[in-house]
């Protein structure tokens, strides 16, 4: 309307996620203080340590503040919103919240590429670093990404004030987001979506191209580093970065870049999940245990705090290990880092893009396991591969004891909930097959919810490891800490090995069992189909009888012979399958699964269809 705002609407009703409230509170209240916890650690301890008063750090500084800000403006009425009967939130608080989201979240996307044009400086400049950086730029800079998110959250804000609200006011998400915003209103909206749309394309062009040319000069720079160990060191300091940018923008893409009449509310909210809570909370802990720096700071700060418990430590010498990895030529290297990094690229876009599900008809029990199956996939993936990235361009491949302990901790956290998810999808294709009128009751999503919840066990392999001293040599023949590498400890192993096969035996036996029951049933119901329902129902099984073969086939073959017999190297080998199959497992299920690839087909003709509408419109 073009006299302003004549709202009828004086509050809005959040619908937020209306399943498994109660396990979604504790699960977010977790993510919500570890969020907190995490950055306001990260605050404290670049404040309190001099040698952390460097620009990168205080640029870091300033994104966990702004990480503490974007999740304390939605989680605290996100989180009460999951306790109350009916959600609330006034019309004043609705676009309050929304001014200060915007604001938060544009910041934190300038400030992600200046980030990036500090290394840049930092790489390619080293020696007039804090010439180029002062005190005064980084203040300047910092600054300037606070004044730029007030601008946008301002011209979008006032955009949304002009708009009048007739009714109804359910907004299906659970905080105050443009997109659902303007579906409720009875005004015009198309100006205040063109603006979005050329807001947010703008903010991330300009940043995504600062960024790609800053990485682009210091890729440059590192491969005319002659030194092996001066390119890991340049390396490993950009590859925090990294990870923190595919998180915010691949994210904020989703979010932003779909279609309003194609793009799926609920989908939506999920990526909101990651955009407003998970990077938020992951972000410190990209940065700690990917920083050399910051890793020694909290070991200090600790050693301070708790001293009692540092001093009953495992008795050991060596405070760092050396991977030896693969091949020390450096024509080897170049090649095994391209093919690493090019499988860990294929990883997560094809995990990422099973994760994103754009079809209704695959919001089914099966699809919920595989989207957790991708979630996994990635994690499992990032717990190796970016450090065996920056070890390939390593002259010495050293790791630290508390972050090679680190390292194998969520290794096997990682495996074993996939080896149980992986049961877990055997049960529901029993389900579907042999109980197929009692499928949607059976698996609701309060049951697939709590059967994934479940499959995160807790390991003590870790608990198991600090008992163990390392006196020397410190050298691990292989490319990440792994549980059979106890022969470079002076202390007996024999305890370790054997719980090492006693519970990864009896993990792999329990979940072979279920597997091998589930799929006699399913073949005693087959053979009793008729032969378009026999093929129909195989076919439902083969991706994950491939998927399951894998992984089985690749853990088997690690972990079944004693150590003492079984080849390094062959063993090597056979743990490469350790990045391979979550590479492989995204293609396994889009190729021979009929759902997957009619929604892949259906999004690719959505996208060309826009292409020759926008091509048409041009030609007009």
């Known amino acids: 309307m073009a006299g302003g705002n004549h709202s009828s609407v004086t509050e809005f009703v959040l619908l937020g996620f209306t399943d498994l409230q109660e396990l979604l509170f504790g699960i977010f209240l977790l993510m919500y203080i570890t969020t907190l916890v995490g950055n306001l650690g990260m605050i404290v301890l670049i404040r309190t340590n001099s040698q952390l008063h460097v620009p990168m750090y205080f640029f870091l500084s300033h994104l966990s503040f702004l990480d503490i800000c974007c999740s304390s403006s939605i989680a605290p009425k996100f989180l009460s919103g999951l306790l109350a009967e009916r959600n609330v939130i006034s019309f004043n608080g609705c676009i309050t919240q929304f001014f200060f989201f915007v604001v938060l979240?544009?910041?934190?996307?300038?400030?992600?590429?200046?980030?990036?044009?500090?290394?840049?400086?930092?790489?390619?400049?080293?020696?007039?670093?804090?010439?180029?950086?002062?005190?005064?730029?980084?203040?300047?800079?910092?600054?300037?990404?606070?004044?730029?998110?007030?601008?946008?959250?301002?011209?979008?804000?006032?955009?949304?004030?002009?708009?009048?609200?007739?009714?109804?006011?359910?907004?299906?998400?659970?905080?105050?987001?443009?997109?659902?915003?303007?579906?409720?209103?009875?005004?015009?909206?198309?100006?205040?979506?063109?603006?979005?749309?050329?807001?947010?394309?703008?903010?991330?062009?300009?940043?995504?191209?600062?960024?790609?040319?800053?990485?682009?000069?210091?890729?440059?720079?590192?491969?005319?580093?002659?030194?092996?160990?001066?390119?890991?060191?340049?390396?490993?300091t950009c590859t925090s970065h990294l990870m923190a940018v595919a998180l915010f923008y691949g994210s904020a893409a989703f979010l932003y870049f779909h279609p309003f009449s194609r793009r799926t509310e609920d989908q939506g909210k999920t990526a909101s999940i990651f955009y407003t809570l998970v990077t938020p909370m992951l972000n410190p802990f990209v940065y700690s245990l990917r920083n050399k720096e910051v890793r020694s700071t909290l070991s200090r700060a600790m050693n301070k705090v708790f001293p009692c418990a540092y001093s009953h430590r495992s008795h050991s010498n060596q405070t760092k290990a050396v991977l030896l990895g693969f091949s020390d030529q450096g024509d080897v290297q170049a090649a095994l880092f391209l093919v690493f990094l090019v499988i860990y690229v294929v990883t997560l876009l094809g995990n990422l893009g099973m994760l994103i599900r754009l079809d209704a008809q695959i919001h089914t029990a099966m699809y919920f396991f595989l989207s957790s199956l991708s979630f996994l996939d990635i994690c499992y993936s990032s717990s190796i591969t970016p450090r065996l990235l920056a070890d390939v361009l390593a002259e010495r491949k050293v790791i630290s004891y508390s972050?090679?302990?680190?390292?194998?901790?969520?290794?096997?956290?990682?495996?074993?909930?996939?080896?149980?998810?992986?049961a877990v999808m055997a049960y529901d294709r029993y389900v579907a097959i042999c109980r197929p009128l009692l499928y949607a009751i059976s698996m609701s999503s309060r049951v697939c919810a709590l059967l994934v919840a479940g499959s995160f066990l807790a390991t003590i392999h870790?608990?198991?490891?600090?008992?163990?001293?390392?006196?020397?040599?410190?050298?691990?023949?292989?490319?990440?800490?792994?549980?059979?590498?106890?022969?470079?400890?002076?202390?007996?192993?024999?305890?370790?090995?054997?719980?090492?096969?006693v519970v990864v035996g009896f993990n792999l036996f329990v979940t072979n069992l279920t597997i091998l029951i589930a799929y006699t049933y399913i073949l005693a119901t087959i053979l009793r189909m008729g032969a378009a329902g026999k093929h129909k129902a195989f076919s439902t099984c083969a991706s994950h009888l491939t998927a399951l073969t894998l992984f089985c086939g690749s853990a088997v073959s690690v972990y079944s012979c004693p150590s003492s017999r079984h080849s390094q190297d062959l063993d090597k080998v056979a743990s490469v399958f350790t990045v391979l199959t979550p590479m492989l497992n995204p293609l396994i299920y889009s190729l021979r699964n009929k759902e997957v690839k009619d929604t892949l087909g259906r999004a690719m003709e959505r996208k060309r269809r826009i292409i020759e509408c926008v091509g048409f419109g041009r030609d007009l």
């Open 462 to 501: 870790t608990g198991l490891a600090l008992q163990l001293s390392f006196c020397g040599p410190n050298i691990i023949n292989h490319f990440y800490c792994e549980g059979p590498r106890h022969a470079i400890s002076c202390t007996d192993p024999t305890i370790n090995e054997m719980m090492m096969f």
């Open 105 to 236: 979240g544009t910041t934190e996307a300038i400030l992600l590429a200046v980030m990036a044009y500090d290394r840049y400086v930092a790489i390619h400049e080293p020696l007039h670093y804090l010439v180029a950086m002062p005190r005064g730029v980084c203040v300047q800079l910092v600054v300037g990404s606070y004044a730029a998110g007030s601008l946008n959250a301002l011209v979008h804000t006032s955009g949304l004030l002009r708009l009048s609200f007739c009714g109804p006011n359910l907004i299906n998400h659970f905080y105050c987001e443009m997109p659902p915003l303007l579906l409720l209103s009875c005004s015009d909206t198309r100006l205040n979506k063109v603006v979005m749309v050329t807001c947010v394309g703008f903010i991330i062009t300009i940043s995504v191209l600062a960024i790609v040319a800053s990485y682009a000069s210091i890729l440059l720079t590192i491969w005319s580093i002659r030194s092996a160990e001066g390119r890991h060191k340049a390396f490993s």
């Open 403 to 422: 972050a090679c302990l680190t390292q194998f901790y969520f290794y096997m956290v990682f495996s074993a909930t996939e080896c149980c998810l992986l």
